[in-house]
């Protein structure tokens, strides 16, 4: 089990920051997040995006920002573990928590700091019947997360944005042939992209079925074939393949921070605005997933909420003991 | 001084009048998040990036001139999409509007 000082759950930069304040407190933290990268939206919806409103910064890319919390923290050394969905919040007593993620990670910390923004990134699925029968291992994917698990395989790949094209291509690189299915005609991902694929296609190394929709998935236990339809021609062909890829991006889902017991409303945490607690004693809640009274959804307003929490979870892991503030410019970042 | 628009949401079946501020640069995303409508998430803010105001326009115009590149693009990734689809967040609520009717999807 790892054993942490808070267990900070999303990585955003409300999360990121956190880890910062409490370093300064010398608090230790370990990081979880369901996305494989850190950074939450900014990383995942917006990379290159500019954003005006952080203080000092006239305008910075958003995964720049993040870049550069990940830097501030390397003094701190947080934990990361990334890919993981936390399942359970359980409080075994005062200052004892055990989170328990969907891969059967447990992390045991003595508080804990929700900054999940708008919750779990979670693939967007098609109207299909019985994809959950081949999920988890069993023949359908919703992201590449190691492209050597597809090498020398029979891939059928649906959906029409970058990742679809770019994951494509890659894949056809590696994998023993690869069917692209796309319900237009044409693709309005990044030119390069495009052409490539056309190109791929001409080459006859992606079978490129456009105009096409994913109609049924078909196995015994495991996924064997899929039937595609084509929208114009009303013919549908039946495709034999290993391993299906749902790539039609992702939708946010408060998910399982719905069970713990925490008081929320309308998709969001209800905290003290003294200091971001929540109904249940250790818990925190920073940044986007929180709601008070005049709450403003500004990463710059998540950055002061992650300082607030990190004092008040001081307080609670140190009961009775005095705290002075103690400011960076006269103390300096001392690494732990 | 400027009028309100009436805009006619579906969501799950019931309809619903609402009568929108044409002159607060608003987008129909925002618009909608204000209702009691909270199922639209617009999480990237309107950026035609999330795809989480997804909206069906029913009938009426929406005054611009349809959905442009970008706005298509995000549509272009979503398992099911319509001929009338549209990202709410980039529809400008102004007083080209008329007789809008839209379903949340």
Redesign the interface.
């Known amino acids: 089990m790892i054993t942490t000082d808070i267990a900070i759950i999303g990585s955003g930069p409300a999360g990121l920051f956190a880890v910062f304040e409490a370093g300064l407190l010398k608090l230790r933290t370990h990081l979880i997040d369901y996305l494989p990268q850190p950074g939450g ?1 900014l990383s995942e ?2 990379p290159k ?1 500019p954003i005006y409103d952080i203080p000092g910064y006239p305008t910075v890319q958003a995964q720049e920002l993040v870049d550069k919390l990940l830097e501030q923290n390397k003094p701190f050394n947080p934990g990361f573990t990334l890919g993981e969905r936390i399942e359970s919040l359980e409080k075994r007593g005062e200052r004892d928590f055990v989170l328990t993620t969907d891969k059967g990670t447990q992390i045991n910390s003595k508080a804990v700091i929700i900054a999940g923004g ?1 919750g779990c990134f979670e693939p ?4 299909v019947a019985d994809l959950n029968k081949f999920e988890g291992g069993r023949g359908i994917n919703y992201m590449v997360l190691d492209p050597e698990k597809f090498r020398n395989k029979k891939l059928v790949l649906a ?3 970058d ?2 094209l770019d994951w494509t291509i890659h894949l056809s690189q590696i994998a023993s042939e690869v069917t692209l299915v796309h ?2 005609e044409s ?3 990044a030119p390069d992209s495009v052409n490539k694929v056309f190109e791929l296609s001409k080459q006859g190394k992606v079978n490129l079925l456009l105009n096409s929709n994913l109609a049924k998935v078909d196995g015994n236990g495991v996924l064997k074939q899929v039937v595609v339809q084509n929208k114009n021609a009303d013919d549908s062909r039946v495709i034999a393949t290993d391993e299906l890829i ?4 992702l ?2 889902k408060l998910g399982p921070i719905e069970r713990w017991g925490l008081n929320i409303e ?2 969001s945490i209800e905290v003290n605005p003294e200091d971001y607690s929540t109904n249940v004693e250790g818990v925190f809640a920073i940044g986007d997933i929180n709601t008070y009274k005049n709450k403003l959804k500004l990463i710059l307003c998540g950055f002061h909420e992650a300082a607030i929490a990190s004092h008040a979870i001081y307080k609670y892991i140190n009961p009775g003991v005095k705290y002075t503030l103690k400011y960076t410019t006269v103390n300096g970042v001392n690494a732990f | 001084m400027a009028e309100n628009i009436k805009i006619t949401v579906v969501n799950k079946g019931a309809e619903q009048v609402f009568e929108a501020p044409d002159d607060l640069g608003l987008n129909l995303m925002e618009f909608l998040k204000a209702t009691e409508h909270q199922e639209i998430e617009g999480m990237c803010g309107g950026m035609a990036l999330c795809a989480t105001c997804h909206v069906r326009v029913l009938e009426g115009t929406t005054g611009d001139e349809g959905a442009k590149d970008d706005e298509v693009a995000m549509l272009e990734t979503l398992p099911e999409i319509f001929g009338n689809s549209r990202l709410s967040c980039q529809i400008k609520l102004t007083d080209r509007i008329k007789n809008l009717k839209i379903e949340l999807v």
């Open positions: 939206q919806v917006y995006k708008l967007r699925k098609p109207e959906g029409g944005g990742s679809a319900r237009s693709f309005r991902g749902l790539l039609f991006g939708s946010p309308k998709n």
